[in-house]
């Protein structure tokens, strides 16, 4: 019987195809990813990943842990975690020896970028005396202040735009106030009590927290001057992003916030065979990451290397050389 050449072709193309897939379906991986606290930013970004890496890759297997976005950092380092979640802030304080990223990260390795915004805002009662952070700190009101544990990206913002006017968190508590070192639903509960007066917030859009304390309580943002947002963005690498009104009952007005944006990271001891499975099979089921999580929506293939620090992992360098993409 006669064979033509289209055939040929035909079987030729279906074997590299089957030969393409059994590869992805081959690649296998155990690995340990750190996000932040459950129910939060961090921790979704890695669950997303997770879910839509199966997808392509099947036997890689993410298991995600709580952490936290500084932590992180230091826990890829030393092989503690595999991936992880933080501010691409974070990681460029790192890649320039910054304090409080004033170390030697020589194991860490960037993967790719979420493309979100996180904002950092004051979400206070809305009978609070002021309206803006700098009255605040002018007035020195004796306010009673919630955020989460020194050390926090959160906690390092706040303290840092603090910081650019003279004042510190005990400079706070001489003024008669106090600050309480909080996960998120106790901040709530302290505000729902009447005794806390804002939280120092960090949120991807609508943060579930937030919008519970606005149904039992009015609620405000506090405008962030312009002058101490050039502070923050000059200290911590920051840009000023505006934060949109209508994520919270009653705040029908926008802010403008400094903010960063996720990044996620890989210890240099991952294979590059995995890490190259991890951002192709991101990229590959974009549109499903996009779904994830409403913050998610900005997540494209080719932004995955864009406003992103520290040196790239070779495995997904060789992913985006191949598709072109570039920072």
């Not at 959160?154 to 968190?169: C, D, V």
């Amino acid at each position: 019987m006669k064979v033509k050449l289209w055939q040929v072709i035909l079987v030729i193309a279906l074997l590299i195809t089957f030969a393409g897939s059994a590869g992805a379906a081959d690649i296998r991986a155990v690995l340990k990813a750190g996000g932040g606290a459950p129910g939060g930013a961090g921790f979704a970004m890695l669950t997303g990943m997770s879910k839509v890496v199966s997808k392509s890759y099947p036997k890689i297997s993410i298991t995600v842990v709580p952490g936290g976005w500084v932590g992180n950092v230091t826990r890829v380092d030393i092989g503690e975690l595999q991936i992880a979640s933080t501010a691409n802030t974070l990681c460029q304080l790192a890649e320039n020896k910054v304090d409080p990223m004033n170390k030697d990260f020589s194991n860490v390795r960037a993967l790719f970028s979420i493309q979100d915004d996180m904002y950092y805002f004051m979400y206070a009662r809305k009978d609070f005396p002021v309206d803006s952070v700098g009255e605040l700190i002018k007035q020195k009101i004796p306010v009673r202040v919630c955020t989460l544990s020194p050390g926090s990206i959160t906690e390092l913002t706040f303290r840092t735009a603090l910081a650019s006017q003279g004042i510190t968190w005990d400079i706070i508590k001489s003024w008669g106030g106090k600050v309480n070192f909080v996960k998120w639903p106790d901040a709530v509960s302290l505000i729902k009590d009447g005794h806390a007066d804002l939280v120092c917030a960090a949120a991807l859009g609508k943060a579930g927290w937030a919008m519970e304390l606005a149904t039992v309580r009015d609620m405000k943002v506090l405008k962030w001057e312009e002058s101490l947002l050039d502070a923050i963005n000059q200290k911590l690498g920051t840009s000023t992003k505006r934060m949109p009104g209508g994520l919270y009952k009653g705040i029908d007005y926008t802010v403008d916030c400094p903010s960063s944006s996720g990044e996620i990271i890989i210890n240099a001891g991952v294979s590059d065979e995995v890490a190259y499975a991890l951002v192709k099979g991101m990229a590959d089921n974009a549109r499903a990451y996009q779904d994830h999580h409403a913050a998610f929506r900005n997540f494209q293939p080719e932004g995955m290397i864009k406003n992103i620090f520290l040196p790239l992992h070779p495995g997904d360098l060789k992913y985006y050389k191949e598709m072109g993409y570039s920072k």
